[in-house]
């Protein structure tokens, strides 16, 4: 037992994925069970934290849940302390929350936080460490952008969803001799679209590292015209042509990145069956990716980011980021783990197998 280590908070920020729950269970346990300290959850992030919303974990809360996807906590992905958006009579104004969330951890005594979030979540967890607070990040994300770990939990539940729905839509778009376009998610990083692509035989794949162009995804659905009479195109919510921007579907001052993409798989759509007169049809999977129960190998590697993120604390190693590095769980400071955002490398072995299988990616 950890005589120091006595009210540990945590919460969970940024866009939930599967897996958020079997983190929780695996800080929560073991520190109730063997360090005899308490677990407070922060309700919906760090706005939560802002806002003083907090309540102390009981060991039913944390029973039941490895399976389970979203999260108990709740999260957000507004509410970013040190650029807190604040509803006032003339509109929202931004402002430093941090001191608001600095009273609420001392109030409620806490010793140390771990916060679970992707790189938002990650930046936050830096600047709070940074004032002094014993903060442990742990990564995820579906979109599998954090360059410190080599894969976040939630990315391979997302890969089976996006995967399964590919061998949907093949199905019926050979029926139809149709081409059909699937977006995904993945905002700069095209994990996602390129892993599910591959283990779905899409035959194009565009992703945010590629800039592609019209005429090259034209040409590459023109031509099996005249044998498979169908194809799929799998396309990142964040992919763009080379001539073009990124689609922004939305913007919103109160979120962490303000961006919310979508709608870049309708204009390809459009594109191809203006260019090479195949009817063709878009699928946008959406939250679908995020939601449910998260696989057995999210479910493991949440356990051991959880169950690491509490040993790193409870040897009194703060400002650091649990990460899986080979085979191994491994801590790295939260000030690298900021540094870059992990992209698919245009010279990825990913990538040349999927060209060596016939895949474009319109370049
Ligand atoms: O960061 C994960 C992610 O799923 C992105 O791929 C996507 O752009 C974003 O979250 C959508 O977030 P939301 O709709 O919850 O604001």
Request: with cysteine; glycine share 12%.
């Amino acid at each position: 037992m950890n005589s120091k280590l006595k009210r540990i908070g945590i919460l969970t920020g940024g866009g939930d994925c599967p897996g958020l729950n079997a983190v929780i269970r695996s800080v929560a346990k073991p520190a109730m069970l063997y360090e005899g300290a308490s677990v407070i959850g922060i309700l919906d992030g760090f706005e939560g934290m802002v806002e003083g919303r907090m309540r102390e974990l009981t060991h039913l809360d944390v029973s039941g849940i490895v399976n389970l996807g979203g999260t108990i906590l709740g999260t957000s992905n507004k509410g970013d302390p040190f650029h807190y958006p604040e509803e006032g009579t003339d509109g929202i104004r931004i402002v430093d929350a941090s001191h608001r969330a600095l009273k609420h951890y001392a109030d409620w005594g806490l010793d140390a936080l771990v916060a679970i979030g992707g790189d938002g979540s990650m930046n936050i967890a830096y600047k709070f460490s940074q004032l002094g607070l014993h903060v442990v990040g742990v990564p995820k994300t579906i979109d599998n952008d954090l360059e410190a770990t080599d894969v976040t939990f939630g990315y391979d539940s997302a890969l089976h969803v996006a995967t399964e729905a590919i061998d949907r839509l093949q199905t019926t778009a050979s029926a139809h001799h149709r081409v059909i376009v699937v977006e995904v998610m993945g905002r700069y990083a095209g994990w996602i679209a390129l892993g599910a692509g591959l283990a779905g035989g899409a035959d194009v794949i565009l992703i945010p590292e590629i800039p592609f162009s019209w005429d090259r995804v034209c040409e590459a659905v023109a031509q099996r015209k005249w044998g498979a009479k169908f194809s799929i195109v799998c396309v990142s919510e964040g992919a763009r042509p080379e001539d073009g921007k990124i689609v922004v579907k939305e913007s919103d001052v109160k979120r962490t990145d303000p961006v919310r993409l979508g709608g870049i798989g309708e204009l390809v759509a459009n594109r191809i069956q203006e260019k090479t007169g195949i009817e063709t049809r878009v699928t946008v999977l959406g939250h679908v990716q995020r939601g449910g129960s998260p696989t057995a190998y999210d479910r493991i590697l949440a356990s051991r980011f959880g169950a690491m993120a509490l040993q790193t604390l409870t040897r009194g190693e703060f400002g650091c980021m649990v990460s899986l590095q080979g085979r191994d769980i491994v801590t790295v400071p939260l000030k690298d783990a900021i540094a870059r955002q992990r992209l698919v490398p245009r010279d990825s072995q990913l990538i040349s197998t999927a060209r060596a299988v016939g895949v474009s990616f319109g370049d």
